[in-house]
């Protein structure tokens, strides 16, 4: 709403029209510092930012500047040059290059420090060949023909293979190649030689460095040709691959699951429910025996037999055998003539333990004495220094002894306490016995009284 319509509104004069006024700056005017919009600053107002608040603003938000168009145009031209990284010799390459430069080939020097070699190749002399790196495949031309390809590529073999082209040492013979593999075998084996005959201050590190030059050829080809056949592969081929592969899995698993079978059978039959290990085929072979069929047949594929088993020894010799070694065999356990004829022929496997573990501990109502019994006498109760049998044998009837010394002072002790019970209940009957006949000779006299009375009124 403009002033006119505020003037026809309230029905006053309208302002006739004056000479127009300059607008004139105000002298304390505040000039926008540069980076701020002029829209923001006009919102600002009055709180105009500081200088430091303006300069740190304008440092964070720096607006992208005009590019200048009045500068003299650069001119490129597609130059020749020679790599730093290459002999003068070398063929030439080319790239675009500024003419107004000073010096145009100050961007090859600047690019030329970035081209840093690769691996560097192992160097011998004459002499060393002739000594150990001699092949009747390879002369020593061509070993040096080889090695200043690998040193001109990197190491990198492919291209090697790739620009091997041999031409002898005039260079007018029939031109050779080599494959990777070849090329491979032969630098490796060079390195292999050189730092195995090389005096070497750390042994290891030189044992490391020959396995890191290992390379073996004949695996190498034939692994190659794996790949490219499975590369090559038809789909009707992967399909039946991938068939057998399941068939073979799953023979696997029934034959898993036979021989677990197999082997439930046998510890039910043969009555080995505890103590024995998982059968394998070798442990069946040992237990019923080897077929005569299976051992013909690896007699005649000239196979070796298992060896026979050992003789057994007369029972006096295997007791001075046993005696001499300190070897004691557990008595096995008597056989109930009720039980089968498997049971009784194959008993139940013992495992081996520690004779320590077979002491019998004592009653847990007389632990506690038989501990304090024993600690008395200077004995521990629950290891010994020499767990032998004699030891452990003299231990248990120690244990059984002392069992049987607190049982019997148990039984002795409560004897006495009986004693004493029957011995005071006695003497506390004396004084209730004259009391009793006191009671008795007052309840006499009052009968007797009564009856007495009785009589006389009766008479009367």
Same mark, same amino acid.
């Given at each position: 709403m403009s002033s006119s319509d505020v003037r026809s509104i309230l029905n006053l004069p309208q302002a006739q029209a004056g000479p127009s006024a300059v607008r004139r700056s105000p002298a304390n005017a505040v000039k926008k510092p540069d980076g701020i919009s002029r829209e923001l600053y006009a919102l600002i107002g009055d709180n105009a930012p500081s200088l430091a608040e303006a300069q740190a603003s304008i440092a964070a938000v720096k607006y992208r500047e005009k590019p200048s168009l009045k500068s003299k145009k650069v001119h490129w031209e597609w130059t020749p040059f020679t790599p730093a990284a290459r002999d003068a010799s070398s063929t030439q390459l080319s790239h675009w290059a500024r003419i107004t430069d000073a010096d145009p080939n100050a961007s090859v020097e600047y690019f030329g420090k970035f081209n840093l070699h690769g691996p560097s190749v192992m160097e011998y002399s004459q002499f060393e060949y002739d000594q150990h790196l001699t092949d009747p495949d390879w002369t020593s031309h061509e070993t040096s023909y080889l090695f200043d390809l690998l040193k001109t590529y990197d190491l990198r073999f492919i291209?090697?293979?790739?620009?091997?082209?041999?031409?002898?040492?005039?260079?007018?013979?029939?031109?050779?190649?080599?494959?990777?593999?070849?090329?491979?075998?032969?630098?490796?084996?060079?390195?292999?030689?050189?730092?195995?005959?090389?005096?070497?201050?750390?042994?290891?590190?030189?044992?490391?460095?020959?396995?890191?030059?290992?390379?073996?050829?004949?695996?190498?080809?034939?692994?190659?040709?794996?790949?490219?056949?499975?590369?090559?592969?038809?789909?009707?081929?992967?399909?039946?691959?991938?068939?057998?592969?399941? *068939?073979?899995?799953?023979?696997?698993?029934? *034959?898993?699951?036979?021989?677990?079978?197999?082997?439930?059978?046998?510890?039910?039959?043969?009555?080995?429910?505890?103590?024995?290990?998982?059968?394998?085929?070798?442990?069946?072979?040992?237990?019923?025996?080897?077929?005569?069929?299976?051992?013909?047949?690896?007699?005649?594929?000239?196979?070796?037999?298992? !060896?026979? !088993?050992?003789?057994?020894?007369? !029972?006096?010799?295997?007791?001075?055998?046993?005696?001499?070694?300190?070897?004691?065999?557990?008595?096995?356990?008597?056989?109930?003539?009720?039980?089968?004829?498997?049971?009784?022929?194959?008993?139940?496997?013992?495992?081996?333990?520690?004779?320590?573990?077979?002491?019998?501990?004592?009653?847990?109502?007389?632990?506690?004495?038989?501990?304090?019994?024993?600690?008395?006498?200077?004995?521990?109760?629950?290891?010994?220094?020499?767990?032998?049998?004699?030891?452990?044998?003299?231990?248990?009837?120690?244990?059984?002894?002392?069992?049987a010394l607190i049982e019997m002072k148990r039984q002795v002790d409560r004897v006495e306490q009986e004693l004493r019970t029957v011995k005071a209940q006695k003497e506390g009957l004396l004084p209730a016995t004259e009391s009793r006949k006191a009671r008795s000779e007052s309840v006499t006299s009052t009968d007797t009284t009564t009856t007495t009375t009785n009589r006389r009124s009766r008479g009367l």
């Open positions: 291209i090697t293979a790739d620009r091997y082209a041999y031409k002898g040492v005039t260079g007018t013979a029939t031109e050779r190649k080599r494959s990777v593999e070849e090329i491979k075998d032969r630098y490796y084996t060079i390195c292999r030689r050189l730092v195995r005959t090389r005096t070497a201050s750390d042994p290891q590190a030189q044992q490391q460095l020959i396995h890191a030059y290992a390379f073996d050829k004949s695996r190498e080809i034939k692994r190659k040709q794996y790949a490219s056949e499975l590369f090559h592969l038809t789909a009707a081929e992967i399909a039946e691959e991938e068939a057998l592969y399941i *068939e073979i899995k799953r023979m696997e698993q029934n *034959e898993r699951r036979y021989r677990a079978d197999r082997d439930d059978l046998m510890r039910t039959v043969m009555g080995l429910d505890s103590g024995l290990v998982e059968f394998d085929q070798s442990n069946v072979e040992t237990i019923f025996g080897i077929d005569k069929n299976k051992k013909r047949k690896r007699a005649d594929e000239g196979e070796p037999l298992p !060896p026979p !088993p050992p003789p057994k020894k007369h !029972p006096k010799d295997q007791a001075a055998f046993d005696l001499a070694h300190c070897i004691y065999h557990i008595p096995p356990p008597p056989t109930n003539p009720q039980s089968s004829h498997l049971a009784s022929k194959h008993p139940v496997h013992q495992p081996v333990h520690l004779r320590s573990t077979k002491i019998p501990p004592p009653k847990p109502t007389a632990a506690i004495r038989i501990t304090e019994l024993l600690n008395e006498l200077g004995i521990s109760a629950h290891k010994l220094v020499m767990p032998t049998r004699t030891n452990i044998e003299m231990f248990d009837s120690l244990l059984q002894a002392a069992g």
